[in-house]
């Protein structure tokens, strides 16, 4: 297995065991969607957990350098996290 073929899989898989259900229906206007930021306003306490997830795996911005609070992925493995 190829080293991106091993992220997709564990991705899905972190995926699979992270996200809230509530939040994996498909976002029907502008208020399903949360921005985070220091003024959130969330839609719901699964929308909460489902963005602090996110952030804490440096997923929100999944390009950007560790450093930065993102998670330093390559182009590959964000296309990736994207499809899944």
Request: aromatic share 10%; net charge negative; with cysteine.
């Amino acid at each position: 297995m190829s080293d991106l073929e091993s992220f997709r899989a564990e991705t899905r898989a972190w995926l699979e065991a992270n996200c809230p259900a509530e939040m994996r229906e498909p976002v029907r206007d502008e208020t399903d969607a949360c921005w985070g930021g220091r003024d959130a306003v969330y839609k719901s306490p699964a929308q909460k957990q489902w963005m602090d997830a996110m952030a804490a795996k440096g997923w929100t911005v999944p390009d950007w350098p560790k450093a930065y609070g993102g998670a330093g992925l390559t182009p590959e493995q964000t296309k990736i996290l994207r499809q899944e």
